[in-house]
């Protein structure tokens, strides 16, 4: 069983579409998390939610809106896809809060925008 | 800005060498961990070093930390092309982990 997965893991769109991601977790965990990780491999955060409460919400464009329908699940809409908006996304849950220990992520989802 | 910075961004080794990936960090923490990404996979977590430690080990692993340099180093010995990732430093601050540039290590059989 897949501890945190992520769909889809491929996603190529035209600029100005809008597209979604799902994630779930099977762990048990609190606490989910959307990463961010560029062409230079650097992972940003971008939002952060506990009991699906929002804890994190990084400098983002509201074109991204996340939805945590229960602890379980954390999704990521995005709306008016830009290029730069290429990238890998990673979900990652952790059991608590993060200064508390280790994250677990999925295995990304790559979006092209052309 | 980020928190954690590793070096170097690159390193190639010979299978069976040993392999040190640093990390700098700048403000104060309660632990730092290391994670590696294999090419087109998602991050796994290594090993987590407490403010209080100042060294840990796990199989091949070694982790230092010395947090009057703000520093932490990451030693895999007697590496193994399976070894070939990109390793990554993390710190926690308000909340979330912040992630350094990573070391991209090939090891070569």
């Known amino acids: 069983d897949t501890a945190v997965s992520q769909t889809p893991k491929y996603l190529v769109t035209q600029m100005g579409n809008d597209k979604s991601i799902k994630c779930e977790q099977n762990?048990?965990?609190?606490?989910m998390y959307w990463y961010k990780q560029d062409s230079k491999k650097f992972l940003k955060i971008m939002f952060s939610?506990?009991?699906?409460?929002?804890?994190i919400n990084e400098t983002v464009p509201n074109r991204f809106s996340p939805k945590s329908p229960d602890k379980a699940h954390l999704n990521l809409h995005i709306n008016s896809l830009e290029l730069g908006d290429s990238a890998v996304y990673f979900c990652a849950s952790s059991p608590g809060l993060a200064n508390t220990g280790e994250l677990f992520f999925g295995e990304g989802s790559r979006l092209t925008v052309l | 800005s980020q928190q954690g910075e590793e070096d170097p961004q690159a390193l190639s080794i010979q299978e069976g060498e040993n392999a040190t990936m640093n990390c700098s960090y700048k403000t104060s923490i309660n632990n730092l961990q290391w994670y590696r990404q294999n090419s087109g996979r998602g991050l796994v977590h290594l090993i987590l070093?407490?403010?209080?430690?100042r060294e840990k080990h796990s199989g091949r692993l070694r982790v230092t930390l010395d947090t009057s340099k703000k520093s932490s180093s990451l030693l895999i010995t007697a590496s193994r092309a399976a070894d070939t990732a990109s390793y990554f430093c993390a710190t926690e601050g308000g909340n979330k982990l912040v992630f350094g540039a990573g070391t991209i290590l090939r090891v070569k059989s």
């Open positions: 939610y506990n009991n699906k409460e929002l804890i």
């Open positions: 070093i407490r403010s209080n430690e």
């Open positions: 762990l048990g965990h609190d606490t």
